[in-house]
């Protein structure tokens, strides 16, 4: 079975930081462009970041570049998204997705997380 | 940064209407659209990619045409499970940007 599954979200106070963790399993995750998307509270969807295969292209949406930083370790089949200097707009359901076609992207994301939760309050 | 706006951003419906959603871009994004369905408290689920290709296993009833920056998600018979929250995604040009959803609800 083609599966994802987050970690790490927490509660952390405005200007922390916190690291999610996404482990793949049932797929060559080497093969494929990972990426996050977030969503908060009753608001829609907000795509984060993705990331190449190889790990030779990253990109951000402009409100976390700087502060978030994308990585994946294709050997533990697991990808992460590190979150520093954390703003309450930050808060939300983070997603780990998978491009939809093998060595391409971007497509369209087929398999999806259940999600982690960061809050970020004081 | 191209934008996404989808309209209506919410629809009351019946079974077995056809709905229809329209997303426009920005600019020009060719046929680079990708359309999701999400039920409350679960992940997104892609429906269809490249504006028009059904992903596997979604049912017929869901089509998707469009090209340059207007796009339409038709259900053409709209049933129980489809009750849900529709997003479109263009994936020309990083950041890849969501529409702010259409919510189809019950008439």
């Known amino acids: 079975e083609v599966r994802l599954v987050e970690s790490g979200g927490a509660l952390v106070q405005p200007g922390g930081s916190l690291r999610l963790s996404c482990a793949a399993s049932?797929?060559?995750?080497?093969?494929?462009?990972m990426g996050w998307v977030r969503q908060a509270p009753g608001i829609g969807l907000e795509w984060v970041a993705n990331?190449?295969?190889?790990?030779?292209?990253?990109h951000y949406v402009d409100s976390v570049e700087g502060r978030f930083t994308i990585s994946r370790d294709n050997a533990k089949n697991s990808l992460y998204l590190q979150m520093n200097s954390l703003r309450a707009e930050d808060s939300a359901l983070y997603y780990c997705?998978?491009?939809?076609?093998?060595?391409?992207?971007?497509?369209?994301?087929?398999?999806w997380g259940q999600g982690t939760t960061v809050t970020v309050s004081s | 940064d191209i934008q996404m706006t989808q309209s209506p951003s919410s629809v009351s419906a019946s079974v077995g209407d056809r709905v229809t959603i329209t997303c426009r871009a920005s600019?020009?994004?060719?046929?680079?659209l990708a359309w999701y369905q999400q039920k409350p408290g679960k992940a997104p689920k892609l429906l269809i990619y490249?504006?028009?290709s059904l992903q596997s296993g979604v049912p017929s009833r869901f089509s998707g045409s469009g090209s340059g920056t207007d796009f339409t998600l038709t259900i053409s018979s709209l049933q129980p499970e489809d009750f849900a929250t529709y997003y479109c995604?263009?994936?020309?040009?990083?950041?890849?940007?969501f529409g702010g959803g259409t919510k189809v609800e019950i008439k």
């Open positions: 990331m190449k295969q190889d790990g030779s292209e990253k």
């Open positions: 995604q263009h994936s020309k040009s990083f950041p890849l940007t």
């Open positions: 600019q020009d994004i060719s046929t680079l």
């Open positions: 049932g797929f060559t995750f080497s093969n494929y462009w």
């Open positions: 490249t504006a028009s």
């Open positions: 997705a998978r491009d939809l076609i093998s060595a391409s992207c971007c497509y369209g994301m087929d398999v």
